[in-house]
């Protein structure tokens, strides 16, 4: 029994530090160091393993149970990022809040499906996609990974629902929007396309102005041979081939700390309007992207989110990577993650209120 306890004692000094590391994450630049970054990615399993140690020392009657309640305790800040209770879905009568403002955030990938290996039919997933949109029926539409498909005209259907103010981060915003795209039902009187992947658009809700800055942060490009290592590695088989899988997140990683600085986080500081940024942040709650944009905008999630919220279903980071954010001056409503195989991500269906200026 003794060796027993000696073995668990490591592993579980082993698996605090391991969620310690999670912790610093968020505070540890990737430029100086990338190691943090990539433990924030296990912080919802070292969070379970370190609950688990707990219990097995309080059915030994040991004070080692301390250890993993401590660094729990520590880093319970975390939990509120991944699990919410207390939110709403339900979207408020706009009699109630005439300013409010409905946003559907949705990489739809090209309407390819959620199958990373097998693509369906565009088609009949542009179909219900437009099926979605009359559903939910939202103000504005902040897509990504937009294109048009064979047989369904997306765009003009959109058009005659209602969405005739449109841009594109790139391509032609009049016959053929692309990419990053933002659709609304609200007069857009100022557009400014960043990079390519990002476009910034000025709303207006009656006289009231508002800023919303579609994103796609750059991702981890994955292909067959990358899912096949990560499902290795998930079952504790870590290879010499592993390393390029581990190339391409670091990679990644450093690229969203560069798109912050550079593109987004100047744009947000900037604006004396209030603002919204949403799409497919490609990161994770846990992460240094996720602090430090946090230190200029609220998470709608945190605000009205109810439960996990997993955004992303093709695979690794198998997360909460899309996000919506707002700044001072913008109150959440309502927050949905709806589940649907239109995409590998789900759409988020936001509900705002622009307060009085």
């Not at 994450?25 to 433990?39: F, H, N, R, W």
């Not at 690794?316 to 001056?329: C, K």
């Amino acid at each position: 029994m003794k060796i027993v306890r000696i073995i668990l004692f490591i592993l579980n000094v082993i698996l605090a530090l391991g969620l310690v590391l999670t912790t610093v994450a968020g505070y540890v630049s990737p430029t100086k160091s990338i190691y943090p970054s990539l433990m924030a990615f296990g912080y919802p399993m070292l969070l379970g393993a370190n609950v688990l140690v707990a219990v097995l020392w309080l059915l030994f009657g040991r004070w080692e149970f301390l250890l993993s309640v401590g660094v729990i305790a520590v880093r319970y800040a975390f939990v509120p990022l991944f699990i919410q209770v207390g939110g709403t879905a339900k979207v408020p009568a706009v009699e109630e809040h005439p300013r409010m403002v409905s946003l559907m955030s949705y990489n739809v990938h090209l309407f390819q499906g959620n199958d990373p290996v097998t693509v369906t039919p565009a088609d009949s997933n542009a179909r219900e996609f437009l099926a979605l949109v009359r559903e939910y029926n939202p103000d504005v539409l902040c897509l990504q990974e937009y294109e048009k498909v064979k047989k369904v005209s997306v765009t003009d259907s959109l058009v005659l629902m209602g969405y005739s103010h449109f841009y594109s981060s790139s391509g032609d915003a009049v016959r053929n929007p692309r990419g990053e795209v933002v659709f609304s039902k609200l007069p857009i009187t100022f557009v400014k396309r960043i990079d390519g992947t990002k476009v910034l658009v000025e709303l207006l809700k009656d006289e009231s102005a508002f800023r919303l800055l579609c994103v796609h942060l750059d991702s981890y490009r994955f292909d067959n041979n990358d899912r096949a290592e990560i499902e290795k590695m998930r079952h504790g088989e870590v290879e010499e081939s592993s390393r390029r899988t581990f190339s391409k997140v670091k990679e990644t990683i450093l690229e969203h700390e560069q798109e912050w600085n550079m593109l987004l986080k100047p744009l947000v500081t900037e604006c004396s309007l209030p603002l919204v940024m949403a799409g497919d942040m490609n990161d994770i709650p846990s992460s240094y992207l996720y602090h430090q944009i946090t230190k200029e905008l609220c998470d709608c999630y945190t605000d009205k989110g109810v439960g996990f919220s997993t955004t992303y279903n093709g695979g690794f980071p198998r997360y909460r990577i899309d996000m919506v954010f707002r700044s001072e001056g913008i109150r959440t409503l309502s927050y949905k993650r709806v589940r649907t195989d239109i995409s590998d991500h789900y759409p988020l269906v936001v509900s705002f209120e622009l307060e009085e200026q």
